[in-house]
Nanobody, 123 residues
Framework: QVQVVESGGGLVQTGGSLRLSCVASGNIFRLRQMGWYRQAPGNQREFVASITSGGVTNYTDFVKGRFAISRVSAENTVYLQMTSLKPEDTAVYYC?????????????????WGQGTLVTVSS
């Protein structure tokens, strides 16, 4: 039906930068809001940033000024540019997409999650 795949994670030193990518594919009629979440070991998954189809962005306080979310709607892609990374940013980062799927019998609103990409920030 619809898939979301993240990429771009890796190991970086404190103060470094990474850019995560997320591509949605499949039976997409319309891609609505897309967002990034993260889950550190032993913690619950938490919201990081989101962007609407109109480009309105929202960030959690602990990444404001350091992370930037953007999207290329024509490519069903969303990015998360992360700068000034800290060890506490270490986590698996997940992409989530609100999608109106074009199914054989109907349109259906789905929330689709990727498998995650690991970001490790060394001190």
């Amino acid at each position: 039906q619809v898939q979301v795949v993240e990429s771009g994670g890796g190991l970086v030193q404190t103060g470094g930068s990474l850019r995560l990518s997320c591509v949605a594919s499949g039976n997409i009629f319309r891609l609505r809001q897309m967002g990034w979440y993260r889950q550190a070991p032993g913690n619950q998954r938490e919201f990081v940033a989101s962007i609407t189809s109109g480009g309105v962005t929202n960030y959690t306080d602990f990444v404001k000024g350091r992370f930037a979310i953007s999207r290329v709607s024509a490519e069903n892609t969303v990015y998360l540019q992360m700068t000034s990374l800290k060890p506490e940013d270490t986590a698996v980062y997940y992409c989530a997409a609100e999608v109106i799927a074009d199914l054989p019998d109907s349109y259906r609103l789905l929330e689709v999650w990727g498998q995650g990409t690991l970001v490790t920030v060394s001190s």
